[in-house]
């Protein structure tokens, strides 16, 4: 049996599966006379493989109970995945570098802290939202031609994640 324990996410141990989305350090532009900063370009949004096209879903998520048995991953091989909690709320994610089927000995699991969301590159490996309340999601994602979700059923492998 593997054991994953969620490890506090940064820019840097996460860049290989995806971005961070938060506002830290970046210079926001004044708009609104005064009354809202703009924060542009915080990620890449990759949705144009097969001529796909950005898409904004929300996602209403439940809470999820601890631990977990992770016995299935899925990737989007034609787009990223953006996820964006639509409360001031932490999350969990946990993922897999691309390949044909989840490498377990590179599985890991991120906290989320408030005000951030994360995008996943396309292809990489996760588990569904991994909610720490019941709430809603905004979803930047794809849609378009072609297939843009690969399961994979873990059958002998046991693996439990814990918060």
């Keep these: 049996m593997k054991v994953i324990k969620a490890k506090n996410i940064t820019k840097k141990n996460f860049s290989k599966f995806g971005q961070l989305i938060d506002t830290s350090k970046k210079n926001p532009i004044s708009i609104n006379d005064g009354y809202a900063k703009r924060f542009d370009d915080l990620i890449n949004i990759d949705t ?23 016995d299935m991953m899925e990737k989007h091989p034609l ?13 969990l994610v946990f993922v897999a570098p691309r390949g044909d089927k989840p490498d377990i000995d590179k599985i890991q699991s991120f906290l989320v802290p408030k005000q951030t969301g994360v995008n996943y590159k396309a292809g990489i490996w996760h588990f569904p939202l991994i ?21 994979y059923k873990f059958k002998k492998d046991k693996i439990i994640l814990k918060k």
């Design 131 to 151: 909610s720490l309340k019941n709430m809603n999601y905004l979803i930047v994602d794809r849609k378009g031609k072609g297939n843009n979700l690969v399961i």
């Design 79 to 91: 787009g990223s995945q953006a996820f964006i909690p639509m409360e001031d709320t932490k999350f």
């Design 48 to 70: 144009s493989k097969k001529k796909g096209k950005a898409i904004i879903s929300i996602f209403k998520a439940k809470k999820r109970r601890f631990p977990i048995k992770i």
